[in-house]
């Protein structure tokens, strides 16, 4: 039996990027031969340390004992046939973990699903920075036998390191993601949001627009963020709630529109869609900005809507507060285009087949 270690940062079903890059397909690989090991550094407790703001000691323990993680790692590497490392082994500055990797008998895939070589610091985490660097994505893929990527723009950054990149989309699990009886019939129309603590500033580029959206419909809309508990907007009634897995399908159900705002930059240029396919898997029509591969997902008026300027997002919201036989057509438009292209069952084929590839090698 083949065995295979994923090297991530979180424990199972804590991180979307881990979920929807890997950890759904774990069963599949499992299925057809393949032994799967998950070795993390962050638990549940230091979760809470990690994305909170200050605790210093606490966060530098983490640190030293993420380091013995990935020091037992090493040890156990020849172990293993393949060695699949989602972003980076560790959480500073170093690739020498990365590099020891390479030199045992693994082949080594590497799998990013954002533009890391970019700097992006979370509040929780700014006085940190310094140990951050960015550059050594380049180094991680030039070491590796096997590139995964989320889409063409970080493949044009791979390719330049390492010829063997393949394109691999993040996926739905649409048996999972599926259309839930949502909320009842007159009740306001609620525009959603689900991100993370780090991501929410993301979410604020809509608000100028959801004001304005309040001051036309009052109390006909409402306003949901999911994933930062700290987050209000007192204008828009808006409190935020956590993110848990037992309850996201319920809480995203209950959105009539799931939004997407994103800043036109380099960071966000490698992101891959995932709040909108999301949205789109459950039949919730998607308002998105047409930021990187954004453009590839949503077809503007077919299967979502695209939005650049405040205007335009008042515009595409009114159209879809307006008309619930609008918001059905585009949902049932928008899970069909998961179906056929970003789903699990769509991509699990070509998914298995590349680590295979990687063995022959």
Not at 3 to 31: M, N, T, V
Not at 68 to 97: C, S
Request: aromatic share 14%; charged share 25%; hydrophobic share 40%.
């Amino acid at each position: 039996m083949r065995k295979i270690l994923f090297i991530a940062s979180h424990r199972k079903d804590r991180a979307p990027g881990q979920r929807f890059r890997f950890e759904q397909y774990i069963p599949l690989l499992q299925s057809r031969g393949f032994h799967c090991d998950i070795s993390f550094i962050l638990n549940e407790h230091d979760d809470k340390i990690f994305y909170s703001q200050g605790k210093y000691f606490g966060k530098f323990f983490i640190l030293l004992k993420g380091g013995y993680h990935r020091l037992r790692d090493v040890f156990h590497a020849n172990r293993y046939d393949i060695i699949f490392i989602f972003r980076e082994a560790f959480v500073a500055r170093t690739t020498w973990f990365e590099r020891q990797f390479r030199n045992s008998r693994a082949k080594i895939i590497y799998d990013f699903d954002d533009a890391i070589w970019h700097l992006d610091i979370s509040d929780a985490n700014k006085h940190f920075h310094w140990l951050k660097n960015p550059g050594k994505t380049a180094e991680l893929i030039s070491i590796s036998d096997m590139v995964f990527c989320g889409n063409d723009y970080l493949r044009n950054f791979a390719i330049p390191y390492n010829q063997n990149v393949k394109v691999v989309p993040s996926t739905v699990d649409t048996d999972y993601f599926r259309k839930l009886p949502g909320p009842s019939p007159g009740s306001p129309v609620c525009i959603g949001w689900s991100g993370s603590m780090t991501t929410t500033k993301h979410f604020e580029l809509a608000i100028p627009a959801l004001l304005r959206i309040k001051e036309i419909y009052s109390h006909k809309v409402t306003f949901r963020v999911i994933g930062d508990p700290s987050y209000k907007y007192p204008e828009l009634n808006l409190f935020g709630i956590p993110w848990t897995m037992e309850n996201e399908l319920q809480d995203i159900s209950a959105f009539h529109i799931g939004i997407m705002p994103l800043p036109d930059d380099e960071w966000s240029k490698g992101k891959c869609g995932m709040k909108a396919l999301l949205y789109m898997a459950m039949e919730i029509p998607a308002v998105v900005s047409p930021v990187g591969v954004n453009r590839e997902i949503i077809s503007d008026g077919k299967n979502g809507f695209l939005a650049t300027t405040t205007d335009e997002w008042v515009e595409k919201l009114r159209l879809l507060i307006d008309s619930g036989d609008l918001r059905i057509r585009l949902g049932k438009s928008g899970r069909n285009t998961v179906d056929e292209k970003y789903s699990f069952h769509s991509q699990k084929e070509k998914y298995l087949q590349y680590f295979n590839e990687v063995l022959a090698l």
